[in-house]
T-cell receptor
């Protein structure tokens, strides 16, 4: 399987704990994106990487959130001191550099529940 | 900042009829538009796209129309099939990709 994979698929954590999610993109893809999706909403952009460089961060990405892509391959998204409002589906996507007719491919997401 | 809007949260059509899903955007810098389909408990899957230099792109039963002056695009599915029932997201691309809130399409047999 050469698609985008995310781990874990589900995570339940107590408020105040730290969590870390992993995304493995399609191997030749330069770009990697993180989105958050809550019920009834579309994916909300969080951040994206081009190779190992983090090029843009949304205002949604508070100082409790940090993302890395140290070697330009897999990426991690860490949430510190989780809050109930962090409960959502966290989606990762990857793509080649934007050219004509380039689409992003999504993983199946990590569903976070903060109790 | 909702740069991409899908104002219809749901749409119900009869099998065999046309489904039309609409999307509006505000940022004139978007250069590429995409439609994704999403089933429960899965990530979005790419469906069809259109460049900002075109006004129509067709792929089988799916056609996307772009009206740049109105900053509006639409997805037509004809004929609609029950298996098309899903949530459809419109997305617009500049440096990153922004999504609308989605439209839940239900195709009734």
């Amino acid at each position: 399987d050469t698609g985008v994979s995310q781990d874990p698929r589900h995570k339940i954590t107590k408020r105040g704990q730290n969590v870390t999610f992993r995304c493995d993109p399609i191997s030749e893809h330069n770009r990697l994106y993180w989105y958050r999706q809550t019920l009834g909403q579309g994916p909300e952009f969080l951040t994206y990487f081009q190779n190992e460089a983090q090029l843009e961060k949304s205002r949604l990405l508070s100082d409790r959130f940090s993302a890395e892509r140290p070697k330009g391959s897999f990426s991690t998204l860490e949430i510190q001191r989780t809050e109930q409002g962090d409960s959502a589906m966290y989606l990762c996507a990857s793509s080649l550099l934007w050219t004509e007719e380039t689409e992003a491919f999504f993983g199946q997401g990590t569903r976070l529940t903060v109790v | 900042d909702q740069q991409v809007k899908q104002n219809s949260p749901s749409l119900s059509v009869q099998e065999g009829r046309i489904s039309i899903l609409n999307c509006d955007y505000t940022n004139s810098m978007f250069d590429y538009f995409l439609w994704y389909k999403k089933y429960p408990a899965e990530g979005p899957t790419f469906l069809i796209s259109i460049s900002s230099i075109k006004d129509k792109n067709e792929d089988g039963r799916f056609t996307v129309f772009l009206n740049k002056s109105a900053k509006h695009l639409s997805l037509h599915i004809v004929p609609s099939q029950p298996g098309d029932s899903a949530v459809y997201f419109c997305a617009a691309r500049n440096n990153d990709m922004r999504f609308g809130a989605g439209t839940r399409l239900t195709v009734k047999p």
